[in-house]
């Protein structure tokens, strides 16, 4: 271990140094899995906890901050560790997933685990192999429940030996389950029930003397419930409610003495805001935070973690601002900042008195790195980097940009250049469109895909199309039933924006993406004939009837709702944009990808495209990988799939077809 923590920090150290001279990324590296994916400090501030990759499989680390010694907790065959929390000073609760036979991709099962900061007394809590140790010992464990449990929180008032878990039997119909909240020992595993929610599939908000007190969720129609009660021994009552199509304020969290609740809430002409909710009187107080362009991504907590002091969002750029200033948590934010120009700086844990915390520090050229701040000294320690063997230099820039839709709506997202070719003119353009389609939104942090391309030469267009998460209820609202429609213009007109600002030329483009990105650019090829010369459909849909099909026979009520009142229900429309309907238009090389264990999009929407073109004597070039799913997981797929994308970018827009990589 202690050379484990030596090692990562030596690669700050190289991070600090890496060279700003050009070289060559492997798509190898871009592929590999993070080294380290969390940090967390104890309460005490004795010791850190980390989830790294060890021979690529993820482990949880334990190191004690004096000595620089600590254990591992290596899961058993099969398995890595998932999300970890510490309960108090010595105990570390732990999640962990496990592979399926076919799946490359390891699945959460449910199971809880403990075990000390020293390595000693591991168990399993909660979960199908609780009946046994977490290795073979003499302790008798709790007896095997086959149900998914989740941490609801830590209770950190309490005696910091029992936490809050939610229990979710494993068979629950396809209308999803009211979940048990149940009080957990952390040291014997024996629980007993404090709740039941009132909606399935709930979220839950605690207050800080352990009482669950909001619970919100969707119901059978979809429509948004928020329930609340205002103790222990009292019922549930409906505080809020919504159609399908709409929002309503929902909680995030109690303040510090329990008499407000910080709320998501409406304000006029706000995109989004935070208001205080005043518990006595059931009232929402004026706005502490607004914004007009952008959703929140996030609290901004007090170092303690018991006061809001902010709101994180990404107009463009990440942004932290504060609603109380002067704050511990915004001093720490701002000293980091200032020795670390152009990165994004977050707090993501922090001791109990708020004397220490740890930062992570990351770009659109970085994939980070956690740092140790003391608040006595203003020391700030470098701990682990993300992926060491990343250097920055080497990385492309994302800038945000923005254009009018061609009926007038502002769309935002982001273009990234080759490095060295930031005001170059006429290069080869992918149009990466991101998946989704709701509620999702590419932002500025590192993407390996992005990089993928942009370091071999291609200019990078995101647009973050209407529908996307991030600007608002009414901007999300504005892509329902717009799949194929002005959903697609907006990435039309984003093309031709880039086009319009010499960034690059007619015939030296292809649209790329994932999922819903993978429809798009599919769309966009039979739509828009002679604007693309290349697309690539990675895990996509392009066969919306059949989608809706499957919708109706094996989704909930609740979901098919969701779905019909988004994509739309008008069968001639969903088959008039679908692209394997569309193939007389066609004029684009085409690539398909495609994960035989994929259960989001089903196979048989590539499978069947590959198909139809096979038919039609299309050439086009196919990926299928049988034991992947909704996105390729292994880092030898990603990087088979990585090269394969390059090669054929560079056969249409790159050097194979003799384009232009860019004029300075």
């Known amino acids: 271990m202690e050379k484990l923590f030596r090692r990562a920090a030596c690669g700050v150290l190289c991070l600090l140094a890496w060279p700003a001279v050009a070289g060559t990324v492997s798509m190898a590296d871009l592929a590999r899995h993070q080294q380290y994916l969390d940090v967390k400090i104890s309460g005490d501030g004795k010791h850190l906890a980390a989830t790294t990759v060890v021979k690529g499989k993820p482990m949880l680390a334990l190191i004690d901050l004096t000595t620089h010694k600590g254990g591992m907790v290596t899961p058993r065959e099969g398995n890595q560790v998932v999300n970890f929390w510490w309960i108090n000073n010595n105990r570390v609760l732990y999640t962990e997933g496990t592979k399926v036979a076919g799946w490359d991709r390891p699945f959460s099962t449910g199971e809880i685990m403990a075990m000390n900061a020293d390595g000693s007394n591991p168990q399993i809590l909660f979960g199908y192999r609780a009946g046994g140790p977490v290795k073979a010992t003499h302790i008798q464990q709790p007896k095997s429940e086959y149900a998914y449990g989740e941490l609801i929180d830590r209770l950190r008032t309490g005696d910091g030996n029992h936490v809050l878990i939610g229990v979710t039997p494993w068979e629950t119909g396809v209308e999803g389950a009211f979940t048990q909240i149940f009080k957990m020992d952390v040291n014997s595993g024996s629980k007993h029930q404090v709740a039941t929610a009132p909606v399935r599939d709930a979220s839950f908000v605690v207050d800080n003397h352990g009482v669950v007190r909001f619970a919100y969720g969707r119901d059978v129609h979809s429509n948004l419930q928020v329930y609340y009660r205002e103790g222990e021994d009292k019922p549930w009552a409906l505080l809020y409610q919504a159609t399908t199509d709409h929002n309503v304020p929902w909680p995030a969290t109690f303040s510090r003495d329990d008499s407000h609740v910080y709320m998501w809430c409406r304000s006029k002409g706000a995109v989004e805001a935070l208001c205080s909710w005043d518990v006595a009187s059931k009232t929402m107080e004026e706005p502490l935070w607004t914004s007009d362009t952008v959703e929140a991504d996030g609290l901004i907590r007090s170092l303690d973690g018991f006061d809001v002091v902010g709101v994180y969002s990404t107009p463009g750029t990440p942004a932290a601002s504060a609603f109380v200033a002067g704050t511990d948590t915004i001093k720490a934010i701002s000293a980091l900042s200032k020795k670390l120009p152009g990165e994004s700086v977050r707090i993501v844990s922090s001791t109990d008195d708020g004397s220490k915390a740890v930062a992570l520090a990351s770009s659109d050229m970085d994939p980070g790195t956690y740092y140790l701040w003391d608040k006595a000294t203003g020391d700030i320690t470098p701990l682990f980097q993300r992926a060491e063997w990343i250097n920055p230099n080497l990385m492309a820039a994302k800038q945000p940009i923005e254009f009018k839709a061609r009926d007038g709506l502002t769309i935002h997202g982001y273009l990234s250049t080759p490095p060295g070719k930031e005001q170059a003119k006429h290069m080869p353009l992918v149009v990466y469109i991101h998946g989704g389609p709701y509620g999702i939104r590419d932002d500025w942090e590192f993407d390996e895909y992005v990089q993928m391309m942009a370091t071999r030469g291609y200019a990078v267009l995101q647009v973050n199309y209407r529908g996307s998460g991030g600007y608002g209820e009414g901007f999300t609202h504005a892509g329902y039933r717009e799949w194929g429609g002005k959903m697609q213009d907006d990435v039309t007109d984003g093309t031709n924006w880039a086009i319009q600002q010499g ?69 001639e429309q969903l088959a008039a944009h679908s692209p394997i309907n569309q193939l007389d238009h066609l004029k684009a090389s085409v690539m398909l990808v495609v994960g035989g264990q994929d259960t989001t999009v089903l196979p048989n929407q590539g499978e069947n495209l590959h198909t139809a073109l096979q038919k039609r004597g299309i050439a086009h070039e196919w990926l299928y990988k049988s034991d992947e799913g909704h996105g390729f997981y292994d880092e030898k797929h990603a990087t088979e799939l990585f090269d394969r994308i390059t090669q054929f970018l560079d056969r249409n827009i790159g050097q194979g077809a003799g384009s232009a990589v860019g004029s300075p």
């Open 503 to 571: 960034i690059t030329t007619a015939g030296h483009i292809c649209i790329f993406g994932g999922s819903y990105g993978g429809y798009a650019a599919l769309e966009g090829a039979v739509k828009e004939p002679d604007l693309y010369r290349c697309a690539i459909g990675y895990v996509g849909v392009y066969d919306l009837p059949l989608s809706q099909q499957r919708s109706n026979a094996t989704e909930s009520l609740r979901d098919g709702n969701f779905w019909r009142s988004r994509m739309g229900d008008n069968a």
